[in-house]
Structure formats: C-alpha cells, structure tokens
C-alpha cells in the first residue's frame, strides 16, 4: 500500500537531498534578463517541466517500476547534453542516496550506491528511494515535477526578492500541468527505457555551461 505520508518526506523541500542548492537554470535566467517577475517565471517553470521535467520524471518512474538502474542512468547521461547539468545531477544522485539510504535502508538503494560509487543520476536515485519508500511510479513521478518547477521558484524568492505569496500562486497555477507530466512519465515507463520521452530545453544546457563557469554565483546550478 502506498504511504502518503512517504511521498511527503520525500517531496518535502526540508529533505536534505541538495536541492536547495541548485537553481534549475533560474540563476542564469534571472541574470540575463528572461525571468523579472511572475509572470516570466510562470513561462520559465512551465517550459523546463514540459520538456526536462518530463523527461526526468519519467526516469524516476521507469526507476520506482524496478527497470534496470544501469540503463536508466546511460539514458540519463544520453538525454544530458550538458557536462555541468551531469555532473550536477550525479552531484544531486549522491547527496540524494545518503538521505535515502539513512531515511528508508534497503538492499536495492545499497545496490545503486555500490554500482555508482561517484553518483547515480538524481532522477534514478529518486525512483529507487520511492521503491524503498513503498511508493510507486506514480508518487516518483509526481515528485520530480513538482521539484522542477519548486526549485526554481524557491530560487527566483532569493534572485529577485519575488513576492513569496506571488511564488506559491504560480505553483498553484501548474498544478494541473505538473499532474499531466507527470502521467505521460509514468505511461512511457511502462513501455521500458526505450520508450523513455527525451525531451529537452537547449537553452538550459547552453545557459548551464556558462553558469558553471562564472567565478561568483549564489546556485550551484
């Protein structure tokens, strides 16, 4: 039976997974002028979910429905033009299973840690937590649409000074798209890594690589 209350330690932003940490590319859009406000960092959200949000999501589903971990993570390393948006993942994939691992210890998040010594991809990590968890690919799903558009609203707060109340409502406003990735995720895992959507965002992979080189930055990512 699948634990809400799971799904909700696992979602929750207090989880000390990294993500805090990380920006989603908002620090670069905010930098270069394409997030101001609201209503810019509604159409940035809304974008990054439908195209890497999707694709992650699906990932963490095809994990939570016990595909094969090492295929998932070369699909993720393939849908990952970026070298930094790697090895941020892989960063995120590490401090993620050190949170898992000490929240819901099992022989399938012990598997993954000792086959990716340097870190699994964040996504896989995800699903495989929500398998330890007695969640399913749904409630992964789920999960990692609402942190690809929470992470850079939380961002934008800090980068802007934005309203809070504003923040929360644009939340609020892609609910109903987050539900929908969220659902075309799980239906594509079913189908085996093959299957598995590769959508993407240039820009992010492009803004990424210069982000990661700016000497000062208050993100990671």
């Known amino acids: 039976m699948t634990s809400r209350s799971a799904l909700l330690v ?15 590319g908002a620090e670069a859009a905010v930098r270069a002028g394409r997030i101001t406000g609201a209503a810019d960092l509604e159409s940035f959200c809304r974008g990054r979910l439908h195209t890497t949000g999707l694709t992650s ?21 393939a849908r990952t ?12 994939g590490r401090q993620l299973m050190r949170a898992a ?9 012990d598997a993954l840690a000792a086959a990716f010594p340097r870190g ?25 649409a609402y942190e690809t558009v929470g992470g850079p609203t939380t961002a934008v707060v800090r980068l802007l000074g934005l309203d809070p109340y504003q923040a929360t ?29 590769a959508a993407s965002a240039p820009l992010l992979d492009i803004t990424a690589e ?7 930055r208050l993100f990671a990512s």
């Open 10 to 24: 696992l979602a929750d932003g207090r989880f000390p997974a990294g993500g805090h940490a990380h920006s989603g």
């Open 57 to 77: 999501a699906a990932l963490a589903a095809g994990a939570a429905h016990g595909l094969d971990p090492d295929e998932l993570d070369a699909a993720a390393d």
């Open 81 to 92: 033009p970026s070298a930094a948006l790697r090895a941020a993942s892989r960063r995120l």
């Open 101 to 109: 691992r000490a929240t819901w210890p099992g022989p399938e998040l």
């Open 120 to 144: 699994a991809h964040q996504p896989v990590v995800l699903g495989t937590a929500a398998r330890a968890a007695g969640l399913g690919p749904r409630d992964a799903a789920h999960c990692v």
């Open 169 to 197: 409502a644009v939340l609020a406003r892609l609910a109903p798209e987050m539900d929908r990735v969220a659902e075309q995720a799980v239906a594509a895992a079913r189908g085996g890594v093959d299957a598995l959507p």
């Open 210 to 216: 210069q982000h990661a080189a700016w000497p000062v």
